[in-house]
């Protein structure tokens, strides 16, 4: 079949698996050896962690994803000038794909550290690299072609939360739903795993995990290999929303040891929103899982280490280096400095037995995952700020109806414009000012929801089966009451908010930085911070102001 010069495939297939031309491969030798190869000869192996970067000189290399069932899946053949390698030669996690020499010939082996130095100073090169990389973790996406399998059930919370999280980690995984597929009795024999066990990971082929938790999700992937607990780092990071993000891209890029500790995935709470359209550059908006991958793949580019799935869960200052302890026994890591970007997240609902519907039901965030839930039915989101606004526009295209409940009177002081134009103008949305949710309706899962409008006393109770909570804002500090001064809220206080009787407590020789707490050292950014400014650009921006301040305050 002749292939079009404009063909859209074969433009994106060309760009998945590129050729270097004669200068460029020349220009890589530089960063590695020659390696002759014989045929059959394993090259690097599913599963492996940190394994070499090669570049195809003469002969052939086939990329294979092993299947549970002992079969090998073909990915691809590289001829010469093609390379292998994809995301996690940059994350350090494991490899998905068995490479195996074909034809004989020669390879080039360029080792990490040597990968991680061509993206940063050959430019050209580097970019060529960057955008396989990704592409093929796409694909990989696309195709499920993973060392995960997920099998869960449409009404588990379990389910919904492990499938975030892989979703929100780049993970590919394949799902079987119990209700779903009438072979999955089957395979879930052959683990001697009974049906109401779900949900349930089989991890690398063996590996049986029953309604894990995230920690024990990452341990099994190896998302954290390659994060050394015994050294210690110039600046650790805690949180990787969007101001903890930007503050690794910076500093990293900018020659200082990073580490950020991330709970549960890249993007925070940011990174659940389905549509950012008030961003700058990004005029027809883009979502805050893609922000957040973006911001991650910049981050590692520049050699910062992101370990998910790790909670700081308590600091002590009363040293340094200072040392943040993790939960789940990970151990403890240890700064130099610090920058405290844990975030905010939105309060629970007033309601009898929430607990009960929490991802059954009741979500915290309105990504694609969530809307496939409740495509075709009445749905309710809670807030007036932006986070609700983007959600309520972007459910509107796929469910019958949204009622927007909001406890003040309008959206004008909490929503951009933008946002409220089109809800109002909307057909499919309606804005219910005065008005909560007060009881919630189910046996296994909500069926029904009672609100009351607060102005007139009216109730109502409607058949409605999925509520969206997106309203106020918890800091997440509890962990550092002790070490720093907190606001009444809980929010990190910094810089000139600081007053005489708070900084007292510690030896200080000057005066805080903007973003410095009442802590020498130590930054906060973002909506962790008191009087922070609620919009992602806000949280870049801090997150990037606090590398400068950091710089500082090391050179003491």
């Known amino acids: 079949m002749t292939t079009l010069p404009n063909d859209p495939s074969a433009q994106r297939r060309e760009a998945t698996f590129p050729r270097l031309t004669p200068a460029q491969k020349s220009r890589l030798c530089r960063y590695g050896r020659r390696r002759p190869t014989r045929a059959g000869e394993i090259v690097f192996e599913h599963g492996e962690t940190g394994a070499n970067f090669f570049v195809v000189l003469?002969?052939?290399?086939?990329?294979?994803?092993?299947?549970?069932?002992?079969?090998?899946?073909?990915?691809?053949i590289h001829e010469p000038g093609q390379f292998t390698g994809e995301i996690n030669m940059l994350n350090g996690r494991p490899s998905l794909v068995r490479g195996r020499v074909g034809e004989p010939g020669e390879?080039?082996?360029?080792?990490?550290?040597?990968?991680?130095h061509i993206v940063q100073v050959e430019a050209e090169v580097?970019?060529?690299?960057?955008?396989?990389?990704?592409?093929?973790?796409?694909?990989?996406?696309?195709?499920?072609?993973?060392?995960a399998v997920l099998v869960g059930s449409v009404h588990s919370p379990a389910t919904l939360r492990l499938k975030e999280f892989l979703t929100r980690n780049g993970h590919p995984f394949s799902y079987i739903d119990v209700e779903r597929d009438a072979d999955v009795a089957g395979m879930l024999d052959q683990f001697q795993v009974g049906v109401d066990a779900v949900p349930v990971i089989i991890c690398r082929g063996n590996v049986v995990l029953r309604n894990p938790s995230t920690e024990e999700v990452a341990r099994c992937l190896g998302f954290n290999a390659d994060v050394d607990r015994s050294v210690v780092r110039d600046v650790v990071v805690i949180g990787a929303g969007p101001a903890g993000l930007a503050a690794a891209?910076?500093?990293?890029?900018?020659?200082?040891?990073?580490?950020?500790?991330?709970?549960?995935?890249?993007?925070?709470?940011?990174?659940s929103s389905s549509k950012i359209e008030n961003y700058l550059g990004f005029p027809t908006g883009i979502s805050g899982q893609a922000l957040a991958g973006r911001a991650l793949t910049q981050a590692q580019k520049f050699g910062a280490h992101v370990a998910v799935a790790m909670s700081a869960v308590r600091l002590d200052c009363s040293r340094t280096p200072y040392v943040i302890e993790l939960g789940g026994a990970q151990g403890s890591v240890r700064a130099r400095s610090i920058i405290l970007a844990t975030g905010a997240e939105y309060r629970r609902l007033g309601v009898p037995d929430l607990h009960r519907f929490e991802g059954d039901g009741v979500y915290y965030g309105a990504t694609q995952m969530e809307a496939q839930l409740c495509s075709g039915e009445e749905v309710i989101v809670v807030g007036g700020g932006n986070s609700a606004g983007q959600a309520a526009v972007f459910l509107a295209e796929s469910v019958r109806h949204v009622h927007v409940l909001v406890r003040s009177s309008g959206l004008a002081d909490t929503m951009s414009r933008y946002l409220i134009r089109r809800i109002e103008e909307h057909p499919k949305i309606t804005l219910r000012p005065f008005t909560e949710i007060v009881e919630m309706f189910g046996e296994s899962s909500l069926e029904r929801v009672r609100w009351v409008n607060r102005k007139d006393g009216t109730s109502e109770t409607?058949?409605?089966?999925?509520?969206?909570?997106?309203?106020?804002?918890?800091?997440?500090?509890?962990?550092?009451?002790?070490?720093?001064?907190?606001?009444?809220?809980?929010?990190?206080?910094?810089?000139?908010?600081?007053?005489?009787?708070?900084?007292?407590?510690?030896?200080?020789?000057?005066?805080?930085?903007?973003?410095?707490?009442?802590?020498?050292?130590?930054?906060?950014?973002?909506?962790?911070?008191?009087g922070n400014v609620k919009r992602v650009a806000s949280a870049v921006g801090e997150g990037s102001i606090c590398v400068q301040m950091v710089h500082r305050a090391l050179a003491e």
């Open 126 to 147: 580097g970019e060529l690299l960057m955008r396989a990389f990704i592409l093929r973790r796409v694909s990989l996406i696309a195709h499920n072609a993973s060392d």
């Open 462 to 530: 409607r058949p409605i089966r999925h509520v969206f909570s997106m309203a106020g804002a918890r800091p997440n500090t509890a962990w550092l009451e002790g070490c720093v001064a907190l606001d009444p809220a809980g929010f990190v206080k910094t810089g000139p908010d600081l007053t005489p009787d708070e900084l007292a407590q510690r030896p200080w020789r000057r005066a805080p930085y903007l973003l410095e707490t009442s802590l020498p050292n130590v930054f906060a950014a973002g909506d962790v911070r008191s």
């Open 58 to 76: 003469s002969g052939t290399l086939e990329v294979v994803q092993p299947g549970f069932d002992g079969v090998e899946h073909p990915v691809v």
């Open 249 to 271: 891209v910076y500093a990293a890029s900018e020659g200082l040891d990073v580490l950020v500790i991330e709970r549960n995935a890249p993007g925070g709470q940011a990174g």
């Open 107 to 116: 390879l080039l082996e360029i080792d990490r550290e040597g990968l991680r």
